[in-house]
Every structure is written in C-alpha cells, then in structure tokens.
C-alpha cells in the first residue's frame, strides 16, 4: 500500500460520509401554514397509555381524540360523543358516537375501537382503574352505539372519559389499543385532527404533524379539549431544544414561533422584542411540594411534620424558583389550585402569617427527634427541585435538624423514592417534586393527595381521614356537596402533613406576533391557531 | 501493511469486548431506572414493577448480559427502550449531523491552527508569536459552550448572517448544510485550535533548530519551502497524533456542542439517552465511540507512513 492508495481511500470515505447519509431537515424554509414549535421537554416515545409524561399527552391530543372533552371551565363537553344516556339507578351507561369518524388510515371509527381503546386505558389510569373495579361489562352494541355496565354508579364518568389528565381516555384502532397496556405500540394510526408523520421523526429533536383531511370537527367552538378543532395550519413541526437560551435566540430569529415553556430568566429579554407576544401559559399552573416518609423517624410522627410545615415559608421556595415576578406565584394554603372551583383554605392557617420557628422547634422536641441524619434527596437537573431543595436544607438547618443533602439527578430521584428501605438502606426522608395545577382540581386525578398508606404515592402517607373525605367527593351527588368534601379532605390533609405545598407557581409562553389564536390552558392547542407569513 | 491493518482491526474486538462489559457493569449498578421515567410522575409502583418486567429489566445481571452480548454478535444494537425504535436507526438519524460537525471543525483546525503554529514558530518571541500564543491560551481556556453563546449572539441575533440552530443535511444543498454548521464548528473548534497550533509551534522551533533546515537555508531555499516542505513534513508526526487523539476531545465537545446549537447528533442522543436510562441507546452509542476512536488510532498509524517514508509496518 502506498501514500497514493491510503489517501484516496480516505478521500472515498470522507465523500461517502458526507454524500451519503439522510438526516432530518431541522432548519426549513418557514412557509404560512407551517408552524415552527418547541415543546417543553422531548418527545421520546408516543404512546400516551404507556408513558404518561405530559409532552406525551400534549402531541398525542392532536393525534388522537377523545369521546369528551373538559373544557376551559372544566366541565366535560361531547367531543366524539353524539349522545350519552344513563339508567336512572346510574349503573348503565350508553353512548352513541358522531357520524362521520374516521381514524387516519380511512377506516371509520367504530363501537369495538372504543372499547378497546378504553380497556387499554382503564388498565393504566386511575379512574379508569376505578371504573374497571366497578364494572360489569364494557361492550360494543352496534357500530356506532356502546355500553358501560357498572356493579353501582360513578357519578364522575363523563369527567373521567374527557379528563385532559395524563393519561386521557384517547380513542384508537382496535388492532392498536388491544396491544399490552405495559408495553408499548409502534402504529400511531389516531382519531384527531393531525396526523403524526412517523417518518420525519426524530426522537429528541423532532416531531412533525400533519393535518387529517377527513377529519371532521365539531360546529361548537373550540374550548380546550372541547368544541371543534378547527386547524388552520398544515403542518406542525415539534422542535426540541435542550438549551433554553438557544430557543430565546431562535425565537427572537424567527427560526420558530412558539416557545412553549420560557424559563423565567429569560422572558425579560422576549418581553423586549417587539415582534414576539409573552403571557401567562397555563392559568391552571403548578403546585410545587415536599413528601416526608411516612415510614421511618423523624416524619413518621405527625409532629415532626408539623413542625416543618409551621417553619416553612412559602414565600421563600417560590422567590428562589421564580425571582422577584410576583405575577407568577401566589401562597397557597391547601392543596388544590387557585382559582378552580373547589379551591378552598380550609385548615391552611398553619401556612399562613409569620412562621414560628421557636413553637416548630419545640414541637419538633417533643416528637422525639434526636438529631439522626434526615436524607433529602434534591434533583439539582431540574430547576424547580434544585430551587426547593435549597430552601428545604436551610429551613431544615434553622430547626436543628441534621440534614443529609443527597444531590443527584432526577432520574435518580425517580428510582430512589420508590425505595421502602430506611433512610440509611438506601431509602429517604423527604424529596421535592411539582404537580400540573390541572391535576389538583379535584381528587380524581390527584394521585399526590391520596393517604392510603402502602398504596399511597412515595411516603406513603397514611391517613384515614383524607380517605373518607376522597371517597365523599367521589359520592358528591352536586358541586356543593363537592365543595364541602374538599373542604374537608385539605383541613384534615393539612393536619396530618399529606405532603408539604411549597405554593403555587405559573409559567410564561412566548410567541411571534404572525401566530395568532393561542390560547391559555394546561396544555397547547394548536387548534384555532394560524400564522401569517 | 494490509495484514497489519487487518491485525489491528482484530486486535480491536478484544478492547469492544472490554468496553462492552465494562457500560453494561456501570449501567447495571448506576442508580435510575428507565422503568419509572417511563411510567410518569403519578404512577403506582406496582405499574412501575409491571414496566420493569416487560423490559426484562428484572432478569438477573448474567441473563440481561448474555442476551445483550447474543444480539451484538448478530449485529443487532437493540431497540430503545424509550422510542421503540431500533438503536441502529437512531444512531444512523444521528450520524449524518455528527459527522458533518467533525469534519467541518477538523478542517477548519488544520486549516487555521497549524499555519498559526508555523507562523509562531517562525517568528518565535517576536509579537505575532506572542499574540498567537494568547490566543492559543484564550481558545483553550473558555468553555465551548461560553464561545457558542458570543458567536450567536454576534452573528445570528445581531449580524443576522447565519442561523442561531438546526442542521440541514448535505443533500438539500451545500451552503444550507455549511451555513448550520459554520459557528458550531468555530466553537467547538476553539480548543482544538489552540492545542495543535501550540503543539505545531513547539514540534516547528524544535525541527528548526535541526542541521539541514540550516543547509536548506544555506542553498538559497526560499522561507515558504523552508517551512512547509522540509521544517513542517517533518515535524507532522507529533501533529498528527494529537489531531488523533483530539478526536476524543471533539466527541466530548460536539455534546455540549450539539446542545447549544440544537443539532440532532449523537451527543445529544448520548445525553438524553443517559438521563432517561435508556440502556440499549447508552451501549450501543458507547461501542460506536471506541470502535471510532480506535479506527481512528489506527488512521493516524496509516498517515505516519505517509508523513514519514521511514516508518513501515
């Protein structure tokens, strides 16, 4: 081999490697009817029964439909519904579906896709388990015509079909929804207005829809997950961007056009720019929180719980995780989001007024603590977590507690939590975590509320009288009855330390000023949405 | 030359085998599991448990191993355990953007740093040697992703000559695809830079000093010939195995990198693919790596034989 051969072969191979590979086009040439858009994390599997994560949900709501859907003031409206009638005794339910469904390979939506679709559902979600305890069969009447027995009623049912809580009731092929509900499916045939264009993707960068011609909407008008869904655009183009500061830039470039999620520190400079609109994303925010471990000492005593949630300031946690912007966060005494109807304060004095870190103390004393190492687990690759677990070590300090800072990331986090081993085993006393604010408007999809000891949420809080108070709101034949139960559920929550709530916390959206039609809600509807050139 | 090749290709199955034990081991005992990210925030651990087994992520060390070992030998990766799709098709969505990346930095170091470092060498303690050297010690000590910042800010925001992110592959058009690639490879290129032109400084002044180069100098050869045929030839041999071994330094960089300039590459797939716990994606991107890295050892045997007539296998 000589100098001649070598270089010509490496010649070769530098040619092939650059003539020879396809890869995603990421940077097009924008066109009007082509929205340009970067969602708040990556779409890294599309299967919104099997992962739940909320991106998940967000581009499956524009692939697939749903028989209902909660609209902005949270009621359940008819979406691939035509009519719903129920017995008198409230156990049998039969639902006709609309003319004119189809899925996205042509075939028509039927009865037996419905069934299968809401089998595979009910295996995974919690109401849906629910219903699946109380049910006596589920079956497919005619093609367009099914009916839901039930041993004895579920008065939230048509709240449970059109929930926007992950994973929602979305409707799919029967050949689809009858693979395992644990593992995963590969064809995203789906009912909704887009198409999903399985060949442009590119998981973790991304994610591109197409609009469903034969897809028929309905005449009302659209309302989050409610009303016709109306696309005005042609084609969505889901653009992930790991770094926050590239996706301000691509914005201020007109490289995209909507970003979903802006980081705080950086809506000062969008706010700025006079060609892109900023404003509050989700008016339904998030509740950020602390879980102590139910199981082992110190936060097996309720006093011990007490204690921390007498000295804690919410203030605090919410000043490190959004700054000075006193528009994007509100104290919340409770549990349930602000400004929904079953919001109430009901026992929240302990979170409110100047905090008493002496009576925490001794109330601290009292429930036998001892100065043994309390295992904080802090997720610092998230920026709510890493904020709270800051705040949560000092407070922690400031009581005389003897804290055992375990930095790591949220992956780690996720693993770690599910542990029952003692703190020192391999387990842990208290982690921190957020919940979507469109979760904790009720007790349905609130799994974080719930007290059921070993079936409960990571610590596994245990107490009956929560219990009593979800399975009242579950009964609550109007919203006053509703009311009341929740009422309750949070004073009794609060006493027992359920979990701790660091506040209510909301985040922006930014957009160019060509797009218009975007609309607040806890998730992004591209419905309704155009952009001129 | 051509068995000896062939022995170093062979001779790479022992160190894949190595690495390949060794990320299986490391992601075995690392803390995480892909099973909860999976399963979401508001899942029960019983659905948790339920995920794990139908990845078959509760099957002992030795059965997962085996299994794994089994289907590399039959040259299948593995499908993620995340996108469901095989490793090979995400690493070959990948690739094209990775590639691209490095080649388009690796010309521009060559290009600039080692010119930078004869000139250096040439004009030794005087000012341009001196202001070459800080630049050198400037390029080597900012972050790449510091340097990405600036460059976007000047030229994509401000300037508004060449877009702040994406990648657009060769085939739709060459400026396009340079254009996404021009300031990623400036910044990653940055540390590059400053390490082969110091390298090509130091191994120039040393060749400089050698008695022919004063022969040379003594037949009337003219400066350029002094220094880029006879001075630079010879000094080659050090330059190339640095460019070689800052191969792995471009495979770090290009991930944060990639990151900046949201390019589609495989140090992003490596890093999402880390945070999520997507095993057979982390396994299968690290064997590609070292077997990379280990072909490219073995170019840079090959080009000593091209830079130095003496050396022969």
Redesign the interface.
């Known amino acids: 081999m000589d100098r001649r051969t070598v270089l010509k072969g490496l010649a070769g191979a530098g040619g092939l490697a650059l003539s020879g590979i396809s890869a995603p086009a990421i940077a097009q040439g924008a066109s009007a009817r082509t929205l340009r858009f970067v969602p708040q994390a990556n779409l890294a599997n599309f299967d919104p029964i099997w992962g739940t994560q909320y991106v998940v949900r967000n581009a499956a709501a524009l692939v697939w439909d749903t028989l209902y859907g909660v609209d902005s003031s949270l009621q359940p409206q008819r979406q691939m519904v035509e009519s719903e009638e129920v017995t008198d005794d409230g156990t049998t339910w039969t639902f006709k579906l609309r003319t004119g469904l189809k899925f996205h390979d042509g075939e028509p939506v039927l009865s037996k896709d419905v069934v299968a679709s809401l089998t595979r559902w009910a295996a995974r979600d919690p109401m849906g388990l629910m219903l699946k305890a109380l049910q006596q069969e589920l079956t497919a009447v005619d093609d367009r015509t099914f009916k839901w027995v039930l041993k004895q009623p579920f008065p939230k049912m048509l709240y449970a079909l059109g929930k926007n809580n992950s994973p929602c009731a979305f409707i799919m092929p029967e050949r689809i929804a009858q693979t395992d509900p644990f593992k995963q499916i590969g064809d995203y045939v789906g009912s909704g207005p887009m198409k999903f264009a399985k060949g442009e993707w590119v998981p973790g960068a991304k994610a591109v829809f197409e609009k469903f011609a034969d897809y028929v909407p309905r005449q009302e008008k659209s309302s989050w997950l409610a009303g016709g869904k109306q696309m005005l655009l042609d084609r969505v183009e889901w653009i992930v961007m790991p770094d926050p500061a590239t996706a301000a830039a691509a914005l201020q470039n007109g490289e995209i056009d909507w970003w979903e999620n802006p980081i705080a520190d950086l809506v000062p400079v969008l706010k700025k720019n006079k060609n892109i609109s900023v404003d509050i994303g989700d008016p339904l925010g998030n509740v950020g929180s602390f879980r102590m471990n139910f199981l082992y000492p110190p936060f097996n005593d309720v006093r011990a719980r007490r204690a921390v949630l007498m000295a804690m300031s919410q203030e605090d946690y919410m000043r490190a995780l959004v700054g000075d912007d006193t528009s994007l966060w509100k104290p919340l005494p409770g549990f349930f989001t602000p400004d929904t109807p079953l919001y109430t304060e009901a026992g929240g004095e302990v979170l409110k007024g100047k905090r008493d870190l002496d009576a925490a103390k001794k109330l601290l004393a009292e429930s036998g603590y001892s100065g043994q190492p309390v295992t904080c687990l802090v997720a610092q690759d998230q920026p709510i977590t890493k904020a709270f677990g800051d705040v949560t070590a000092d407070l922690l300090k400031k009581l005389g507690m003897n804290v055992d800072f375990v930095a790591t990331d949220w992956g780690t986090v996720g693993s770690r939590r599910a542990q029952k081993t003692p703190p020192g085993q391999g387990g842990w006393n208290m982690f921190h975590t957020w919940h979507a604010g469109s979760d904790c408007i009720n007790p349905a999809p609130y799994t974080a509320i719930r007290a059921n000891g070993d079936k409960a949420w990571f610590g596994w809080p245990n107490s009956p009288g929560t219990e009593k108070e979800v399975t009242s709101w579950f009964e609550a034949k109007n919203l006053d009855e509703e009311k009341a139960a929740v009422a309750r559920l949070n004073k009794v929550a609060l006493e027992d330390v359920v979990y701790a709530p660091t506040g209510f916390f909301l985040s922006y959206t930014a957009w160019r000023k060509n797009v218009s039609g975007i609309t607040k809600g806890p998730l992004p509807f591209f419905w309704g949405v155009s952009k001129s050139a | 030359?051509?068995s000896y090749i062939l022995r170093r290709i062979a001779s790479t199955l022992p160190v894949m085998a190595i690495v390949a034990l060794f990320v299986f081991s490391l992601l075995y005992i690392a803390?995480?599991?892909p099973a909860?990210?999976?399963?979401?925030?508001?899942?029960?651990?019983e659905?948790?448990e339920?995920?794990r087994?139908?990845l078959g992520l509760d099957r002992p060390f030795l059965i997962q191993f085996g299994s794994w070992v089994w289907r590399i030998l039959h040259g299948d990766l593995g499908t993620?355990i995340?996108?469901?799709?095989p490793v090979s098709t995400?690493i070959?969505?990948?690739?094209?953007?990775t590639?691209?990346l490095m080649?388009v930095t690796l010309l521009l170091t060559i290009v600039v740093a080692v010119p930078l470092g004869v000139l250096a060498a040439w004009k030794a303690g005087s000012l341009i040697d001196r202001a070459i050297m800080a630049f050198a010690v400037f390029g080597f000590s900012l972050p790449v992703f510091v340097v990405g910042?600036v460059l976007?800010?000047v030229f994509?925001?401000e300037l508004?000559w060449l877009?702040?992110?994406?990648?657009?592959?060769?085939?739709?058009g060459f400026w396009?695809w340079l254009q996404?690639l021009i300031l990623p490879a400036i910044a990653l290129g940055c540390v590059y830079i400053a390490l082969i032109a110091r390298i090509t400084r130091a191994t120039m002044l040393e060749v400089l000093q050698q008695d022919y180069i004063r022969t040379a100098r003594a037949k009337g050869l003219g400066q350029g010939g002094i220094l880029f045929v006879h001075a630079l030839k010879n000094a080659a041999v050090p330059i190339v195995t640095v460019i070689g071994i800052g191969i792995a330094l471009l495979i770090g960089g290009a991930v944060v990198t990639e990151?900046?300039?949201?390019?589609?590459g495989l140090g992003?797939?490596t890093?999402?693919a880390i945070?999520?716990?997507?095993y057979p994606v982390i396994q299968g991107i690290v064997l590609l790596f070292s077997f990379v890295y280990v072909l490219v050892n073995l170019?840079i045997d090959?080009?000593y034989?091209?830079v130095d007539p003496r050396i022969r296998y």
């Open positions: 030359m051509l803390p995480g599991d909860v990210v999976i399963a979401g925030d508001q899942a029960s651990p659905d948790v339920r995920i087994q139908s993620s995340f996108t469901n799709l995400m070959g969505q990948r690739l094209g953007p590639l691209s080649m910042y976007a800010y994509a925001l508004e877009p702040v992110q994406g990648y657009t592959p060769l085939a739709q396009p996404n990151s900046v300039f949201a390019i589609p992003r797939l890093i999402d945070l999520r716990r997507d170019m090959v080009t034989t091209l």
